[in-house]
């Protein structure tokens, strides 16, 4: 038998929208499965579905109301209601339900006392409300539900939790809460949320937003506590400005630095986006001074090819990041950098112009070891091919001023036009390339002795050839072979004359194998005769194209000695660049190896070493170990560590150690404690701040309530790939 109409099954819906204050993940392996089906992937297409109403006994008189009976059920698409009872008024167009009902559907399952509703005004209540979500323990209880024009929405006395059971770990229970569906939020009165049995949290007023329309409003307090700044609260509050603007403001206390304010800005428009982050202390406590940082980032979109950006970053002091940073890679900064510029790009060119300025935070850094500003930077770069004859020619062009209070100061142009023939094939490859690298300075010496026109050209040749094998493994997998070799040739220059504005020289590596200059930058172009003879092979799965392991082997070796250095200082003679391997190993979705080496023939030592290892179970637990060195420089491992010692707890441990120094760089130990609907995150951290040595000890802990949100501080993050 047909139905009456859609009405109340659509208000029963709405209604079961209402009690979603969070989102809910599905079960954790330490809590019972939901006793409701599991949740459909999507929620189906309700419009226009059919509504069947089957009862006992059904009876109507002309003008009068009509009744059902007797297991009375509604059924449309996933939609589902039960009672004994339904009756229908067309004089008044109200339906009655004057007996307990209950109402499923693909999230949420209702049960009530009692309801109405009225078709004309578009109302309706339900008495003596439970809720429960589908495929998870989200649930709770309201003395009655009203809905009033499909607009506002009103709960009385209702509760929420995600524990299981009767008597929860923690409950949210308010006096009255008020749903503005058209305007995208709620209003809750006298609300009390509670831990254990034990108030935590109460709020006379408050609003939240009840749909993804953002809402301005206060978020979950922040808390921490260190051994040179103190005991750390923060409550945070975000302030949605406009539709393409919002902010977020955080008034912070130390209890040994005073009151701070921390803030983030965000734009975004068509064409731009742009984001301001900032600290300010008024007055330190320890050090009786302003204190402040700020970080502007903007970008913007001028047309099809021009495109602009802006950079900017600043502290009040050199001592910032040492007693407010969070890493160690913060405080070890050395300068921040601050940069404008102008960028595009056509088919084959591009073009930027740019401005850079740094601001120096590390007081181990001279006048004459601080790097120059470049006032104005514009480069211009041609790649252009000639039609399919492999045939192409480039250009990479500079001009840079270079500025700096103690100093040479000057202008630079560097030119580097160059032609190559390239020619692909599928077994293999053969490029060649020859360039003229022509760099000039117009100077200022500051009264020191030297030419201030000084200039350098080179020719810069190079052949590049590689050939691909390959052969089947079986068990769909299959292994290559790629031989490389690679000349390079580029005549002596003397360049003692020539200044030293940014360059510096290359961290040998796999890569440099391969690369036409030893130096970054123009000020210095390395000379060369040599050779490059390198292989690399593979296991590839056929299916997936994932490699199983790769190896990689190669070295340089030298006809001529290497003359142009920095510093004026003489290369040490060498017949070839220290033996080069890496290798990669994953043997399956869970684990991941990786080993570098370098091996110096002259010396028979090792230059450079690199072991690490992932492994990384997904839900259950996850370890990691890196172990580097450098010669003479670094020696380090890294240990992490995150698994689980029983279904409810679970340990983490990070230690990162330097070998050479015998000192512990940061270490990090934990616990986790994980319910079906709570955890618990207690940290302990301690890494050095400065380079005199000193330590800061901090505590983090943090409170999740699942469906509701997180209190406390969150710590930083334990692996390499997690956002920082």
């Known amino acids: 038998m047909k139905a009456l109409g859609s009405r109340p099954l659509a208000v029963l819906a709405a209604c079961a929208c209402i009690f979603q204050f969070g989102t809910v993940s599905a079960q954790d392996r330490v809590c019972p499965g939901p006793a409701l089906a599991a949740v459909l992937p999507t929620e189906p297409d309700r419009s226009g579905a059919p509504i069947y109403v089957d009862a006992q006994r059904f009876s109507a008189t002309a003008g009068g109301p009509a009744q059902a009976h007797g297991g009375v059920l509604l059924q449309r698409a996933d939609q589902r209601l039960e009672t004994e009872t339904l009756e229908y008024n067309p004089e008044n167009r109200t339906l009655n339900l004057p007996v307990p009902l209950i109402y499923q559907d693909a999230r949420v399952e209702i049960q009530a006392d009692n309801a109405q509703y009225a078709f004309d005004e578009d109302s309706g209540f339900f008495s003596g409300v439970n809720y429960q979500f589908v495929g998870a323990t989200a649930h709770g209880t309201a003395a009655e539900v009203r809905v009033e024009n499909r607009v506002r929405s009103y709960l009385v006395d209702p509760e929420f939790t995600t524990c299981p059971g009767d008597d929860p770990e923690w409950l949210l ?84 630095r005073g009151a701070m304010l921390t803030g983030e800005y965000r734009l975004l428009t068509r064409r731009t986006r742009g984001t301001l982050e900032f600290d300010y202390l008024p007055s330190d406590k320890t050090t009786n001074e302003l204190r402040y940082q700020y970080k502007l980032r903007h ?31 913060e405080t070890a900064r050395q300068f921040l950098r601050s940069s404008a510029g102008l960028a595009g790009s056509g088919r084959y060119w591009t073009f930027s112009l740019s401005a850079d300025d740094f601001q120096v935070i590390d007081e181990a850094v001279t006048e004459r070891q601080e790097p120059y500003r470049r006032l104005p930077r514009v480069r211009f770069e041609i790649e252009r091919p000639f039609g399919f004859s492999g045939l192409d020619f480039s250009l990479a062009s500079e001009a840079v001023y270079f500025d700096r209070p103690v100093g040479i100061t000057g202008a630079r142009a560097d030119l580097y036009p160059r032609l190559g023939w390239n020619m692909e094939r599928y077994w293999g490859f053969f490029r060649t390339g020859a360039g003229y690298r022509y760099t000039a300075y117009g100077l200022d010496r500051q009264g020191l002795p030297g030419d201030e026109s000084p200039d350098r050209g080179t020719a810069i040749v190079s052949l590049d050839s590689g050939l691909f094998f390959e052969r089947e493994q079986g068990q769909g997998l299959m292994q290559t072979l790629e031989p490389r070799v690679f000349y390079l040739w580029v005549p002596y220059r003397d360049q003692t004359d020539l200044p030293d504005f940014d360059t510096s020289e290359f961290t040998f590596g796999y890569s440099q194998l391969f690369h036409t200059n030893r130096f970054t930058s123009a000020d210095r172009q390395s000379n060369a005769n040599q050779i490059t003879l390198a292989v690399s092979t593979r296991s590839l799965n056929t299916n997936s194209g994932q490699e199983r392991w790769s190896l990689g082997v190669g070295q340089i070796f030298y006809f001529d000695e290497l003359k142009v250095s920095l510093n004026n200082r003489t290369p040490d003679p060498v017949d070839a660049s220290p033996f080069i391997g890496e290798f990669s190993w994953f043997p399956f979705s869970r684990f991941s190896g990786r080993v570098a080496a370098q091996w110096n023939w002259d010396d028979q030592k090792v230059d450079v070493w690199t072991l690490g290892m992932d492994y990384n179970s997904g839900s259950i637990g996850r370890m990691g170990f890196e172990y580097r060195f450098r010669r003479d420089r670094l020696d380090q491992v890294d240990l992490r560590y995150l698994w689980p010692i029983n279904e409810r707890w679970t340990v983490l441990s990070r230690v990162k150690y330097a070998l050479d120094e015998r000192e512990l760089l940061e270490a990090q130990a934990g616990l986790e404690y994980e319910s079906c609907c709570w955890g618990l995150r207690l940290i302990g951290r301690r890494y050095l701040k400065n380079r005199d040595g000193d330590a800061r000890d901090a505590i983090y802990l943090e409170l999740r309530l ?3 949100g997180d209190f406390g501080r969150e710590p930083p993050p334990l692996f390499y790939d997690e956002a920082e």
Do not use: C
């Open 706 to 708: 699942k469906g509701l």
């Open 299 to 329: 970008r913007a979109r001028l047309g099809t090819k021009w495109r602009s950006s802006i950079s900017i970053n600043r502290v009040s002091d050199d001592q910032y990041f040492q007693d407010f940073g969070v890493s160690l890679s």
């Open 173 to 256: 229970s308010a006096g009255e809460v008020e749903f503005r569906h058209d305007e995208g939020y709620a209003i809750a009165r006298h609300a009390k949320l509670e831990f254990m049995d034990i108030p935590i949290l109460y709020a006379p007023w408050f609003t939240f937003p009840i749909d993804d329309r953002r809402k301005s409003g206060f978020l979950y307090p922040e808390a921490s506590i260190a051994n040179d700044n103190g005991v750390e609260v923060g409550i945070p509050y975000y302030w949605n400005i406009a539709p393409n603007q919002d902010a977020t403001l955080t008034p912070r206390y130390f209890t040994d």
